[in-house]
T-cell receptor, first 123, second 109 residues
């Protein structure tokens, strides 16, 4: 059974840096083809993909946010970390981590999701 | 990369079929078959219901089906049930990135 859980601060002030941790079980990032993404959803709004890291340590970022994002992994701990700099109130959202299973075709889908964590940015 | 375009809302009565459209461009939906759909209940995480345009993950009801024509993908839910009331998001993989649609709220009357 694959499970994911996000953890991080609940409240941030503008300009601060967000550090989120995704801890997962039931699968290893050593397994070829496994990927973990971060996706966010502002209250009442749509999903937005942020970043992905794969088993081979390849990293991919949203074009619009890539200057503010850093994704990394700790395979031994089954954790993926997302750092987002210069937080603004518009970054208030529920942040999800999601895991993609290996597949033979290109691309990735989000097969398993964490419950999400609401991050509020306010002065 | 711009978000994919979905209708804000659709509705249907129990037993009916509904279709949700998702319009992109030749650079995303029209350029390949890596389109997926997610179902999201209020306060819950999304769940994958369709991938590669028309494939269903294990455990997803066969009342859910997907298709694509040109730059538009579609999700059809047949035999509508009260439990289908949720938000639905389409998504397209575009080499090294992913874009979502704006979401569609499905109301079962």
């Amino acid at each position: 059974q694959v499970t994911l859980r996000e953890s991080g601060p609940v409240l941030l002030k503008p300009t601060q840096t967000l550090t989120l941790t995704c801890t997962f079980s039931g699968v290893s990032l050593r397994t070829s083809g496994v990927c973990v993404s971060w996706i966010r959803q502002p209250p009442g709004k749509a999903l937005e993909w942020l970043a992905l890291i794969d088993w081979d340590d390849d990293k991919f970022y949203s074009t619009s946010l890539k200057t503010r994002l850093t994704i990394s992994k700790d395979t031994s701990k089954n954790q993926v970390v997302l750092i987002m700099t210069n937080m603004d109130p518009v970054d208030t959202a529920t942040y999800y981590c999601a895991l993609s299973r290996p597949r033979l075709l290109p691309g990735w889908y989000f097969d398993y999701w964490g419950q999400g964590t609401l991050i509020t940015v306010s002065s | 990369q711009s978000a994919l375009t979905q209708p804000a809302s659709v509705s249907g009565s129990p037993g009916q079929s509904i279709t949700i459209s998702c319009t992109g461009t030749s650079s995303d939906i029209g350029g390949h078959d890596y389109v997926s759909w997610y179902q999201q209940y209020p306060g819950k995480a999304p769940q994958l219901v369709i991938y590669d345009v028309s494939n269903r993950p294990s455990g997803v009801s066969n009342r859910f089906s997907g298709s694509k024509s040109g730059n538009t993908a579609s999700l059809t839910i047949s035999g509508l049930q009260a439990e289908d009331e949720a938000d639905y998001y389409c998504s397209s993989y575009i080499t090294t990135t992913t874009v979502f649609g704006g979401g569609t709220k499905l109301t079962v009357l």
